[in-house]
Nanobody, 123 residues
Framework: QVQLVESGGGLVQPGGSLRLSCAAS????????IGWFRQAPGKEREGVSC????????NYADSVKGRLTISRDKTKNMVYLQMNSVKPEDTAVYYC????????????????WGQGTQVTVSS
């Protein structure tokens, strides 16, 4: 069964750090770009970051540049999103999603989705 599972979410204070993980089962991520998306209550799902299948190319939303870092570990079939200097506006459910090879900002282009992990930034 093809599955993506996110973990690592939780409650964190403003300025703190968190690392989200995206684990794949049932398929190898070697040929897939992985995108991280987030959705806050009452808002549309938005792209946060993406890493292509080779790991060479990454991109970030302007709102998170310099604070979030995406990476992948092919030996573990995992992708990570390191979140530093978090802000209350980072509060959302975070999803990882997979599509073949290249990143896309369009949620409709992704074939596989995880169930999401909640990140809450609050003092």
């Amino acid at each position: 069964q093809v599955q993506l599972v996110e973990s690592g979410g939780g409650l964190v204070q403003p300025g703190g750090s968190l690392r989200l993980s995206c684990a794949a089962s049932g398929f190898t991520l070697d040929y897939y770009a992985i995108g991280w998306f987030r959705q806050a209550p009452g808002k549309e799902r938005e792209g946060v970051s993406c890493i292509n299948s080779s790991g060479v190319s990454t991109n970030y939303a302007d709102s998170v540049k310099g604070r979030l870092t995406i990476s992948r570990d092919k030996t573990k079939n995992m992708v990570y999103l390191q979140m530093n200097s978090v802000k209350p506006e980072d509060t959302a459910v975070y999803y990882c999603a997979a599509r073949e090879y290249y990143c896309s900002r369009d949620v409709r282009h992704y074939n596989y989705w995880g169930q999401g992990t909640q990140v809450t930034v609050s003092s």
